[in-house]
Structures are given as structure tokens and as C-alpha cells.
């Protein structure tokens, strides 16, 4: 269980790395491009933490269709980028797939 918190961690991270990233302007802005590194030296921390007890299949399925998830949300409220029906269906299929890999895949 504490895998999947550091996991959330880690999906929290990587989504301010992105949004940091967004706000660098191409690593030209001096603090955006700081908290980029930062947050992402911290993600890397963390999800190599969590593989540590899940295999490293799931965790990077899981934190990558996550993070996906979230930096959309984020686009949404940060920047008003609304995606279209398209990528709606796209990412509830990758929030899917998340679920069958964790919930019911197993790993030997």
C-alpha cells in the first residue's frame, strides 16, 4: 500500500515537471526551468522507490497513464486547453487500462 502512495508522489511530481516545463518557455526562464529539474529529479526518486515492490512494467504503465491524466487536467485549468471528444475517449481508454493492469493483471 505505501507503494501506491509513493506512486501518487510520484505521478504529483511529474505532473509540476510538466507544468514547470510549460512555463520555462524552452528552459529560457530561470525558476520554471529550477522547479522542472527539481520536480523531476524528485519523480525519478520516487518511482524508483516504488519499484522496489511493483514490478516496473506496472509502475511506469500506471505512473505514465496517470501523469497523462493529470497534465490534462492541469492543461485544462491552467492554460484552458479543453480536448476534443477524440481525446476524451483516449484518455478514459488509457484510465482503462490502468485499472485492468493494476486490478486484474498479474506479473510472475
Do not use: E
Not at 28 to 37: G, I, Q, R
Not at 61 to 77: D, K, N, Q, R
Not at 88 to 96: D, E, K, N, R, W
Amino acid at each position: 500500500m505505501i507503494a501506491y502512495l509513493v506512486l501518487v508522489l510520484a505521478v504529483i511530481l511529474g505532473t509540476a515537471a510538466n507544468g514547470f516545463a510549460k512555463s520555462a518557455n524552452g528552459f529560457t526562464l530561470l525558476m520554471p526551468s529550477l522547479l522542472t529539474a527539481i520536480t523531476i529529479v524528485g519523480c525519478m526518486y520516487t518511482l524508483s522507490i516504488v519499484m522496489k515492490t511493483i514490478p516496473v512494467g506496472i509502475t511506469y504503465a500506471s505512473f505514465a497513464g496517470l501523469c497523462i491524466i493529470a497534465t490534462t487536467i492541469v492543461g485544462i485549468y491552467k492554460y484552458n486547453q479543453m480536448p476534443d471528444f477524440y481525446t476524451i475517449i483516449g484518455l478514459t481508454l488509457i484510465i482503462s487500462g490502468v485499472l485492468i493492469a493494476n486490478l486484474l493483471g498479474k506479473t510472475t
